[in-house]
């Protein structure tokens, strides 16, 4: 059984399964720079949302020996496990207020995202799209996310610079700029801080830009003076590398690195490291310091 095949015989095993209590919906979801994932949901009695359950790895399990019975089980115990316990408040969008009290913005790659940024408000910044959102918090599910789309920006009368303009007031608040030497980044990741034979910041002159989340870090390079303090310690200009959507790594150009091997580590990163997904950018970036500003 082929894919096609298969998400077909799971959408009608599932509908079967579930019968006159709920509707099961087969769909594609578009993650960022582009990619396609295919997912079902499992809509019962009055819930106005359902978790989105993705296939790939469900198909995976079918080549691997698993039936098709098994599998239909398991995705309606996933759907199970991951309900949310209250209906999410359909007035989310409703009052502009609290949308514009409580807006922020991340970054993603402009080109990448071409279809993506035709529904939505945002704003070009370098080959980067500054795009808003939300965040909604639910004790079933934790900290979500809802994108700012365009007809809900027109419904509420918000234009693009109104978003902008909050949306950079709230986010550095929220979310203020972290930006850490690679080392210590290092120990924080690992939960060790006896780690032996790491290098000192003097050996290892890299630093790791973002927010205290990780999450959709890389925003931080479109906050107003997220690069100043640092610049003026180091007395020079500064190289930010585009590691994902979540961080940024930034060096002084006074270390004696080329621009162009920057750059060709970038690409190479992206190509065989980073997921589809959260890559951000090719491009190194540049901070001057005289200026306070970012530029390609």
């Known amino acids: 059984m082929n894919y096609n095949q298969f998400k077909n015989e799971i959408l009608s095993r599932l509908q079967e399964a579930v019968g006159d209590r709920g509707l099961v919906r087969l769909f594609t979801v578009h993650k960022n720079n582009g990619l396609t994932l295919w997912a079902v949901s499992v809509m019962e009695g009055d819930k106005n949302i359902a978790p ?6 469900y198909y995976q399990l079918y080549l691997d020996g698993r039936t098709m019975e098994e599998l239909t089980h398991l995705i309606l115990a996933e759907n199970i496990r991951k309900q949310v316990k209250r209906p ?4 989310l969008f409703s009052d502009p207020d609290a949308v514009a009290g409580s807006v922020l913005f991340r970054v993603v790659n402009y080109d990448m995202n071409l279809d993506f940024l035709k529904g939505v408000p945002h704003r070009r910044v370098l080959d980067l799209a500054v795009i808003y959102y939300v965040e909604v918090e639910d004790p079933s599910i934790g900290k979500a996310t809802a994108i700012v789309r365009s007809r809900e920006a027109v419904r509420l009368g918000l234009s693009e610079e109104v978003l902008y303009e909050k949306a950079l007031a709230n986010t550095p608040r929220v979310k203020p ?3 850490e030497s ?9 939960g060790d801080e006896d780690l032996e034979g790491l290098p000192d910041e003097e050996d290892l002159p890299l630093y ?6 990780r999450v959709y870090g890389a925003a931080v390079i ?9 610049a003026d310690r180091l007395g020079s200009d500064l190289y930010i590398i585009p590691s994902s959507i979540h961080e940024l790594i930034v060096v002084a150009t ?4 080329a621009l162009e ?10 190509a065989n490291e980073v997921p589809p997904q959260e890559i951000l950018s090719n491009h190194v970036y540049t901070y001057v310091r005289g200026r306070d500003l970012v530029m390609m």
């Open 52 to 57: 989105s359950i993705y296939l790939d790895s």
């Open 88 to 91: 999410v408040a359909a007035d």
């Open 177 to 179: 700029v972290r930006i």
């Open 182 to 190: 690679m080392t210590k980044a290092l120990v924080c990741l690992s």
């Open 208 to 213: 790791i830009a973002g927010n205290e989340e």
């Open 222 to 230: 479109a906050y107003p003076g997220a690069f100043r303090e640092l």
């Open 254 to 257: 006074s270390e004696d690195i």
């Open 261 to 270: 091997e920057l750059s060709e580590l970038v690409a190479e990163v992206n």
